[in-house]
């Protein structure tokens, strides 16, 4: 049967077909899928029929129902693991349905189904509470692959329920970790950084997709591995993208793979990084920065799991990935500007988590201060040297910081005041190297010497452009604060250019960056 192919009056898929594009899922066993009570919603009954055919074959236990006003008063009787309904019923409409399921039991997985699947009711079912949609006509596989993927949610979540989570708590102490134990150090006690931090904690073990926004600093990344080490998915592999360092050419293609022949220099087949993660985790980090037409094809991975590597016509593989998305920028204002698709951003959105900066956490200063500290100390230094100590003074000029690049800034002020400072002193606010105490990068200044003046015209103007593209490539990614598609905006030219001129000169944008503080 064929991807696309839609089901067949009482026709059940063949053990090819199972044992096919379905290996990519999580296996499910028997007796956890016979304990797993789906209904069944829609008032056509060949539908129906051929839905409930696949799904007991598969060994669901399934219910059936054709009528709106029958529907509702199943739903107050009988308790439901995942509740399939048509959008549009004829006696009650399936908003309606949708809205009583989740009344009577707000953890019941509801899968909305449409022959009309347009953007408007896909994105008012999913702000009304919908796990995922099904747009008529839809294959064997295709609604395989989707109850698949719901039934690993529901179970996972009655493993969070019956477990007790606590917020990690670094140890006083060194300890050996334990196979499968976070190896991720969440440090701080402020209770806004505490809620992030328990939120992600309860988030873990599930496989809902996670939105993470804050400032460039913040702790995004660290909190998607957090969430990855926490997971029942820390045995696979964690993807991490950033979305706004590539070319979007070179990230699609990094992402999807490709054939041989989709582009000049495919010699061979490739697969990409969502193949690679399949049972793992992808972490998106700069989401807002991927091109409209990436996401199209990023929504269609998250909601049918296929993957098709660029060039090619057919689906090259189905893969179960766990997604977390993250972004320096407001979500809401991106999608109201057209940068980010609502509906792939309902998708990603299924918990939101808001990294503060380090001016809301403050009491957490002297604390990362102090593992900074020991941490650079053992890099950079002789073991047995006696580390620096922070004074008062210090410490207090390190709270009274604006902290525009947040903890990834306080570390990098550490690590330079630990690499020239002598073992045992007292560290005073002068040993600080705080960046924002410099003067603002200026224009780029004269880059005309005498010197070249002496010399005929070509090499002269040749050396002149030279120095000028380096010059102005370095005030460039200075002034955007290392943000390439910032600086590829600011100068008027896509980020290919960009990277190309970078290329070019030599340069590199950690380096830049490092010598400007």
Same mark, same amino acid.
């Given at each position: 049967?064929?991807?696309?192919?839609?089901?067949?009056?009482?026709?059940?898929?063949?053990?090819? /077909?199972?044992?096919?594009?379905?290996?990519? *899922? *999580?296996?499910?066993?028997?007796?956890?899928?016979?304990?797993?009570?789906?209904?069944?919603?829609?008032?056509?009954? $060949?539908?129906?029929?051929?839905?409930? !055919?696949?799904?007991?074959? /598969?060994?669901?236990?399934?219910?059936?129902?054709?009528?709106?006003?029958?529907?509702l008063e199943l739903l107050q009787r009988r308790a439901f693991d995942i509740v399939l309904v048509d959008l549009y019923m004829s006696q009650v409409p399936g908003m309606e349905l949708l809205q009583m399921a989740l009344t009577v039991r707000p953890e019941t997985i509801v899968i909305v189904m449409t022959g009309n699947p347009s953007l408007a009711s896909s994105l008012e079912a999913?702000?009304?509470?919908?796990?995922?949609?099904?747009?008529?006509?839809?294959?064997?596989?295709?609604?395989?692959?989707?109850?698949?993927?719901?039934?690993?949610?529901?179970?996972?979540?009655?493993?969070?329920?019956?477990?007790?989570?606590?917020?990690?708590?670094?140890?006083?102490?060194?300890?050996?970790?334990?196979?499968?134990?976070? $190896?991720?150090?969440?440090?701080?006690?402020?209770?806004a950084f505490r809620r992030a931090i328990e939120l992600a904690t309860r988030v873990a073990p599930t496989d809902a997709s996670v939105f993470i926004t804050g400032e460039s600093g913040t702790g995004k990344e660290?909190?998607?591995?957090?969430?990855?080490?926490?997971?029942?998915?820390? $045995?696979?592999?964690?993807?991490?993208?950033?979305?706004?360092?590539?070319?979007?050419? *070179?990230?699609? !293609?990094?992402?999807?793979?490709?054939?041989?022949?989709?582009?000049?220099?495919?010699?061979?087949?490739? !697969?990409? *990084?969502? /193949?690679?993660?399949?049972?793992?985790?992808?972490?998106?980090?700069?989401?807002?920065?991927? !091109?409209?037409?990436?996401q199209a094809k990023l929504l269609r991975v998250i909601q049918d799991g296929v993957v098709r590597r660029l060039g090619s016509s057919t689906v090259d593989a189905v893969v179960n990935i766990r997604f977390i998305a993250a972004t320096n920028r407001d979500p809401q204002e991106a999608t109201e500007a057209g940068i980010l698709r609502e509906d792939l951003y309902y998708r990603l959105r299924v918990v939101p988590i808001r990294m503060p900066p380090l001016r809301e956490r403050v009491e957490d200063i002297p604390l990362l201060a102090e593992h900074f500290l020991a941490h650079y100390w053992a890099r950079h230094r002789e073991p047995d040297l006696p580390m620096p100590r922070f004074s008062r003074e210090a410490i207090r000029a390190l709270q009274a910081r604006p902290w525009r690049g947040n903890v990834r800034e306080l570390q990098n002020v550490i690590e330079h005041a630990v690499v020239l400072l002598d073992p045992g002193a007292e560290i005073k606010p002068e040993d600080l190297a705080f960046l924002d105490d410099e003067a603002p990068p200026t224009r780029p200044s004269s880059i005309i010497s005498p010197e070249i003046m002496e010399q005929s015209y070509h090499p002269a103007r040749e050396r002149v452009l030279a120095d000028f593209e380096r010059e102005y490539l370095t005030w460039l990614v200075t002034r955007s604060g290392g943000n390439m598609s910032r600086a590829a905006r600011m100068a008027g030219v896509d980020r290919t250019t960009l990277y190309r001129l970078m290329e070019k000169h030599g340069l590199q944008r950690g380096t830049i960056l490092t010598s400007r503080q």
């Open positions: 049967m064929s991807e696309s192919q839609p089901i067949p009056p009482g026709r059940r898929p063949s053990p090819a /077909e199972q044992d096919g594009d379905l290996d990519a *899922l *999580l296996p499910i066993r028997p007796e956890d899928k016979a304990r797993l009570a789906i209904l069944i919603i829609d008032d056509e009954p $060949t539908l129906r029929e051929s839905c409930a !055919s696949v799904l007991r074959h /598969e060994g669901y236990n399934v219910t059936l129902c054709g009528r709106g006003d029958e529907a999913l702000r009304a509470g919908a796990w995922d949609y099904l747009p008529k006509p839809f294959s064997a596989t295709h609604l395989q692959i989707l109850i698949g993927r719901a039934a690993h949610a529901v179970l996972v979540g009655r493993e969070t329920a019956e477990a007790r989570h606590q917020a990690f708590q670094p140890p006083a102490q060194p300890k050996r970790r334990a196979p499968g134990e976070s $190896t991720i150090q969440v440090i701080g006690n402020s209770p660290m909190i998607a591995q957090y969430i990855h080490q926490n997971s029942r998915r820390r $045995t696979r592999p964690m993807i991490a993208i950033n979305c706004a360092a590539l070319p979007e050419t *070179l990230l699609e !293609s990094e992402m999807f793979g490709h054939v041989k022949g989709a582009f000049t220099g495919a010699v061979r087949d490739k !697969s990409g *990084l969502l /193949e690679t993660a399949n049972g793992g985790t992808m972490f998106l980090d700069e989401l807002t920065e991927m !091109s409209q037409a990436i």
